[in-house]
């Protein structure tokens, strides 16, 4: 698969719905041979769609067969879901419709989720940490008390120090931000 298709792929499912991104995929398929060669477009155009589009097309493979189990299943189960036309869903491989419910689930059912590393469902989160640190400072004082009082104080550089083994823990006054 050519980078430049990665890139375009990985891109569109930052933006795009999930049903805008399959018809991006199956276009990038035309130009991107090994990206056709990754997935089987003849079986994921039979199996994905909105809902309405793939009832009447069962409907219609119902005329064609002798015994249509797949499709008498197929719609079977898509009259006892509650699933509206406009849903985008999956029919497996038994018949049974699924909702497809964003992005990555997209990539998997395709096949594409592994080979693009995709990570659509993790989001960045900047976690506030703290933790302990020891050193020594060397501070000039006429007693002890007075020494701490500098080496405390807000004048007294911090000295380089070393991690306290297992100090570090998620500080609780500072939210967690996610974007």
Known sequence: MQDRTVRLIRNAVKHLPVRELYDYIMVLCESDEALLEAIDTSEVTTVIGFASDLVNRMR????????????IRCLKALDEMDVSEEDFIFIDAYGYPQPIKDNAELLEIIGLGKILGCEMNKKQYRIPLVWEMYGLVT???ESEQEAIKIALGPDCPLPEGNYVDDSIKVDDITEIEVF
Do not use: I
């Open 60 to 71: 219609g493979e119902l005329n064609k067969y002798e015994w249509p189990s797949f499709e």
């Open 139 to 141: 501070v000039e004082a």
